[in-house]
């Protein structure tokens, strides 16, 4: 079967009815993939101020046009919905290989609404589609469950997308997760399958995805696996992942550290990559079609722990979150939590934020020691990570406080004002100091989806002459190095423009460490992958228009829940000073000038720079006049 079909599946888990639907090919063209056919559908039929975790709620699990094909770095699905941890539009990528196997089975998107009487899992093969009963499966693992569907199915092969038991659970920064370690993390994405009784998205394609010049794609793919890996950029990402960013940090004074209160870790060298390589991680990992492999994966077997490598390996992220967050050093404790948290499908990056924020909460007198169900929580304390992990999956004593995220626990106390809560429209920020690079600042407060920071690429890759953002994206339109630190008209455009990009490369399912400033492949490549898959002459400026679409269309969303430019903010930790290291004293960002560059962006985008909202001119430019009228 040869295929490079988008049609689109629906599934109403209410009524067991499912029917498909073929999209327009201006509609595809128009939107591309991603988030750009899930959000048209989401506005049209999601109404406002609905329940995340009600039936009403719809789910999104979405390729693009490009899906399928054999490209590099190219392997992405795409989860989107209304965030049951923001409230506001919710949206998540991940790697692996379940994306592949949904378009070789004939499909490009799957909307999934209502909710099962009991638990199920949807089982897709080559076009055919099955809603069955999954109640043996309910509470299980995530090893267990992938183990089980491929036995009784008899296909080994099976792509499974699940959730585990703190999706179930309802935990509100749950993930959802394919080959065991490809997560769509972040926004609880997880705990809106699990308020479906939907267990898992099992899919099996044995066809063929067609390109319109093969050849083309061949040779792409063959440079890639020459000369793109050898790039620094690529080198790196083989070799180590993204474990060097703890040194980079550490070493200028930036690394996360005791709830961000400080920029050094004492123990930063255990959590090094130099020393994770040598205590937990064996071989890389990678996912569809891509030859950079850079996927860690751990492998501990002591007296005290044992971690299955199946369940991939602790990432920068996690182990900022998890270690220098709660300032834990022990790297098979961190390899054990990031196990758990795998095994049960749970974001590490809000569950070690939450904590950290407990952990300070103890610290100022806020909660008590009878409050934490006996448990030591106080950084340092490594021990109590596993029992922790445990009682926030189940939902019991303060693992049920901590489930819900630190905004609503702080809210709860009346601790919401308070300095040392870091979260971004309810979501805790991720591991990277906005105060060494404002550009990531932005990301945190504009990005649609809370506090994120892929939302565009990292100021650094900018900064100098012989920087990858100036040496190699050209085409992006940045000719000159752009000050890490600056807040001006040129740090707004800068973020402008690669917000567009990298909402393009999510759009289309690519992965951001494979292509230029992050990666090594070179922004023409991803035009020419384009071009050689889908047959369209298309230009980079036409992918940008359709990028821009989906910003405008993601803003719509939140405005329409009751967001507001007020919510467009940074936490007022990083307005103030650094506490040690190489700069302390220094690097607080000035709040003033942050307002003015948010209220640049609103300008640029074409959105009323006092309400936020999208002006009806630009969005009837950008072809989006039905959502105009409605605005």
Same mark, same amino acid.
């Given at each position: 079967?040869?295929?490079?079909?988008?049609?689109?599946?629906?599934?109403?888990?209410?009524?067991?009815?499912?029917?498909?639907?073929?999209?327009?090919?201006?509609?595809?063209?128009?939107?591309?993939?991603?988030?750009?056919?899930?959000?048209? @559908?989401?506005?049209?039929?999601?109404?406002?101020?609905?329940?995340?975790?009600?039936?009403?709620? +719809?789910?999104?699990? $979405?390729?693009?046009?490009?899906?399928?094909?054999?490209?590099?770095?190219?392997?992405?699905?795409?989860?989107?919905?209304?965030?049951?941890?923001?409230?506001?539009?919710?949206?998540?990528?991940?790697?692996?290989?379940?994306?592949?196997?949904?378009?070789?089975?004939?499909?490009?998107?799957?909307? #999934?609404? =209502?909710?099962?009487?009991?638990?199920?899992?949807?089982?897709?093969?080559?076009?055919?589609?099955?809603?069955?009963?999954?109640?043996?499966?309910?509470?299980?693992?995530?090893?267990?469950?992938?183990? #089980?569907?491929?036995?009784?199915?008899?296909?080994?092969?099976?792509?499974?997308?699940?959730?585990?038991?703190?999706?179930?659970? =309802?935990?509100?920064?749950?993930? +959802?997760?394919?080959?065991?370690?490809?997560?769509?993390?972040?926004? /609880?994405?997880?705990?809106?399958?699990?308020?479906?009784?939907?267990?898992?998205?099992?899919?099996?394609?044995?066809?063929?995805?067609?390109?319109?010049?093969?050849?083309?794609?061949?040779?792409?793919?063959?440079?890639?696996?020459?000369?793109?890996?050898?790039?620094?950029?690529?080198?790196?990402?083989?070799?180590?992942?993204?474990?060097?960013?703890?040194?980079?940090?550490?070493?200028?004074?930036?690394?996360?550290?005791?709830?961000?209160?400080?920029?050094?870790?004492?123990?930063?060298?255990?959590?090094?990559?130099?020393?994770?390589?040598?205590?937990?991680?064996?071989?890389?990992?990678?996912?569809?079609?891509?030859?950079?492999?850079?996927?860690?994966?751990?492998?501990?077997?002591?007296?005290?722990?044992?971690?299955?490598?199946?369940?991939? =390996?602790?990432?920068?992220?996690?182990?900022?979150?998890?270690?220098?967050?709660?300032?834990?050093?022990?790297? @098979?404790?961190?390899?054990?939590?990031?196990?758990?948290?795998?095994?049960?499908?749970?974001?590490?990056?809000?569950?070690?934020?939450?904590?950290?924020?407990?952990?300070?909460?103890?610290?100022?007198?806020? #909660?008590?020691?009878?409050?934490?169900? /006996?448990?030591?929580?106080?950084?340092?304390?490594?021990?109590?990570?596993?029992?922790? #992990?445990?009682?926030?999956?189940?939902?019991?004593?303060?693992?049920?406080?901590?489930?819900?995220?630190?905004?609503?626990?702080?809210?709860?106390?009346?601790?919401? /004002?308070?300095?040392?809560?870091?979260?971004?429209?309810?979501?805790?920020?991720?591991?990277?100091?906005?105060?060494?690079?404002?550009?990531?600042?932005?990301?945190?407060?504009?990005?649609?989806?809370?506090?994120?920071?892929?939302?565009?690429?990292?100021?650094?890759?900018?900064?100098?002459?012989?920087?990858?953002?100036?040496?190699? /994206?050209?085409?992006?339109?940045?000719?000159?190095?752009?000050?890490?630190?600056?807040?001006?008209?040129?740090?707004?455009?800068?973020?402008? @423009?690669?917000?567009?990009?990298?909402?393009?490369?999510?759009?289309?399912?690519?992965?951001?460490?494979?292509?230029?400033?992050?990666?090594?492949?070179?922004?023409?490549?991803?035009?020419?992958?384009?071009?050689?898959?889908?047959?369209?002459?298309?230009?980079?400026?036409?992918?940008?228009?359709?990028?821009?679409? $989906?910003?405008?269309?993601?803003?719509?969303?939140?405005?329409?829940?009751?967001?507001?430019?007020?919510?467009?903010?940074?936490?007022?930790?990083?307005?103030?000073?650094?506490?040690?290291?190489?700069?302390?004293?220094?690097?607080?960002?000035?709040?003033?000038?942050?307002?003015?560059?948010?209220?640049?962006?609103?300008?640029?985008? =074409?959105?009323?720079?006092?309400?936020?909202?999208?002006?009806?001119?630009?969005?009837?430019?950008?072809?989006?006049?039905?959502?105009?009228?409605?605005?």
């Amino acid at each position: 079967m040869k295929t490079n079909e988008n049609k689109f599946l629906f599934v109403d888990l209410s009524n067991s009815k499912i029917w498909i639907e073929e999209p327009d090919p201006v509609f595809c063209r128009t939107f591309l993939g991603g988030r750009g056919w899930a959000l048209p @559908y989401l506005l049209r039929n999601l109404k406002p101020k609905t329940d995340p975790l009600s039936p009403e709620n +719809i789910l999104a699990v $979405t390729t693009s046009v490009i899906s399928g094909a054999r490209g590099p770095a190219m392997p992405r699905v795409i989860v989107c919905s209304k965030s049951p941890l923001t409230g506001a539009f919710g949206e998540s990528e991940a790697g692996g290989f379940w994306a592949p196997g949904l378009k070789k089975a004939g499909f490009g998107a799957i909307f #999934i609404m =209502g909710k099962a009487p009991g638990p199920v899992y949807i089982w897709i093969k080559d076009g055919s589609v099955e809603i069955k009963e999954a109640g043996h499966l309910w509470g299980l693992e995530t090893g267990e469950t992938q183990d #089980i569907i491929r036995k009784e199915l008899k296909e080994s092969r099976a792509r499974v997308l699940q959730i585990g038991p703190a999706g179930e659970n =309802g935990v509100l920064y749950a993930n +959802i997760v394919n080959e065991l370690a490809h997560f769509n993390g972040r926004n /609880g994405l997880g705990a809106v399958m699990g308020s479906k009784n939907l267990k898992a998205v099992v899919v099996r394609g044995t066809g063929e995805v067609t390109t319109s010049d093969p050849e083309k794609v061949k040779e792409i793919n063959t440079w890639t696996a020459k000369e793109g890996i050898e790039k620094p950029l690529g080198e790196i990402l083989r070799r180590h992942g993204t474990i060097p960013l703890v040194r980079t940090f550490q070493e200028v004074g930036a690394l996360p550290t005791r709830n961000w209160t400080r920029g050094v870790f004492s123990r930063g060298e255990e959590i090094s990559a130099e020393n994770l390589h040598k205590t937990i991680y064996i071989e890389p990992k990678g996912c569809f079609s891509c030859p950079i492999r850079c996927k860690r994966r751990a492998k501990v077997e002591n007296e005290k722990f044992k971690v299955d490598p199946r369940f991939g =390996g602790p990432e920068y992220e996690t182990i900022g979150a998890l270690g220098s967050i709660l300032e834990v050093s022990d790297p @098979y404790i961190l390899a054990k939590a990031n196990e758990l948290c795998n095994r049960y499908a749970l974001d590490t990056i809000s569950l070690g934020m939450t904590i950290g924020w407990v952990m300070e909460a103890v610290e100022r007198g806020h #909660i008590s020691k009878e409050e934490c169900d /006996g448990l030591d929580i106080t950084f340092g304390n490594g021990e109590v990570l596993i029992p922790l #992990i445990e009682k926030v999956v189940k939902r019991q004593g303060i693992g049920e406080k901590i489930a819900r995220g630190s905004k609503r626990f702080a809210q709860e106390l009346g601790l919401e /004002g308070e300095d040392f809560l870091l979260e971004v429209k309810g979501q805790e920020v991720p591991m990277h100091d906005p105060r060494i690079k404002t550009g990531v600042g932005l990301q945190y407060a504009l990005s649609d989806y809370g506090a994120d920071h892929i939302v565009a690429p990292h100021d650094t890759v900018f900064a100098t002459k012989d920087s990858p953002g100036i040496k190699e /994206g050209s085409m992006l339109g940045v000719f000159e190095p752009v000050d890490p630190l600056s807040l001006g008209p040129e740090k707004v455009r800068l973020f402008y @423009y690669m917000d567009l990009y990298w909402s393009l490369v999510d759009m289309l399912g690519f992965c951001t460490f494979g292509f230029v400033p992050r990666g090594p492949i070179p922004v023409e490549m991803m035009v020419d992958l384009v071009k050689a898959i889908t047959g369209w002459p298309v230009s980079l400026w036409e992918l940008f228009k359709a990028a821009e679409r $989906t910003i405008h269309l993601a803003r719509i969303f939140n405005l329409r829940e009751g967001f507001t430019p007020d919510d467009d903010r940074l936490p007022k930790r990083f307005f103030q000073n650094f506490n040690n290291g190489p700069l302390e004293g220094k690097g607080g960002i000035d709040e003033e000038k942050f307002q003015q560059a948010i209220h640049l962006r609103y300008k640029m985008m =074409g959105w009323d720079p006092e309400t936020g909202k999208p002006l009806p001119e630009r969005l009837y430019e950008l072809g989006l006049g039905e959502f105009a009228e409605k605005n």
